[in-house]
C-alpha cells in the first residue's frame, strides 16, 4: 500500500509520482530536514509547534496528511516547485547514498508533476 501524487486534470495518461508511506515519510523527512524543519517537534508529527511558525514554500506539502486531505492548488504547486528544486539542485548527485539518489529521483518526478498542475492549472492531488 502507498500513495500517488498527480494532477487533478482527468487524465490517466499524465505523469504521477507515488511512494510506499514509510518511502514518502523518508523523503518528506529529508526536505523538512533541509528546510531546518524537525518534523517531530510539528502538529501532526507528535509535536506541539504549529505551522505558523515554519517559513517555508513547502509547507503546503510538509503539512499535508500521507493520502486524503485538500488538494494542492496550482499557486502552492507553483511555489513548491521553485524550493523543491532549488533543494534538489544542492542535494549532491554524485553522492553515493543511494536513499539520497533516490529522493533525488523521487524529487524530478515530483517536478513534473508540480509543472503539468500549473500548465493545466489543475490541482495535484493525493490518493
Given at each position: 500500500m502507498g500513495l500517488v501524487l498527480?494532477?487533478?486534470?482527468?487524465?490517466n495518461s499524465s505523469p504521477d509520482?507515488?511512494?510506499?508511506?514509510s518511502g514518502f515519510a523518508a523523503f518528506r523527512q529529508r526536505l523538512?530536514?533541509?528546510?531546518?524543519?524537525?518534523?517531530?517537534?510539528?502538529r501532526g508529527f507528535g509535536g506541539e509547534r504549529p505551522w505558523s511558525e515554519v517559513s517555508t514554500a513547502l509547507e503546503p506539502l510538509l503539512d499535508h496528511p500521507?493520502?486524503?486531505?485538500?488538494?494542492?492548488?496550482?499557486?502552492?504547486?507553483?511555489?513548491?516547485?521553485?524550493?523543491?528544486?532549488?533543494i534538489t539542485?544542492?542535494?549532491?548527485?554524485?553522492?553515493?547514498?543511494?536513499?539520497?539518489?533516490?529522493?533525488i529521483k523521487d524529487?524530478?518526478?515530483?517536478?513534473?508533476?508540480?509543472r503539468l498542475c500549473i500548465k493545466k492549472d489543475v490541482?495535484?492531488?493525493f490518493l
Open positions: 498527480f494532477p487533478g486534470d482527468g487524465d509520482v507515488s511512494w510506499s508511506y523538512a530536514e533541509t528546510e531546518g524543519v524537525v518534523l517531530a517537534e510539528m500521507d493520502d486524503g486531505g485538500d488538494d494542492l492548488s496550482p499557486a502552492e504547486c507553483a511555489s513548491i516547485l521553485v524550493r523543491l528544486e532549488t539542485d544542492q542535494w549532491a548527485p554524485e553522492d553515493s547514498d543511494q536513499l539520497l539518489q533516490q529522493h524529487a524530478h518526478q515530483l517536478a513534473g508533476v508540480l490541482p495535484r492531488i
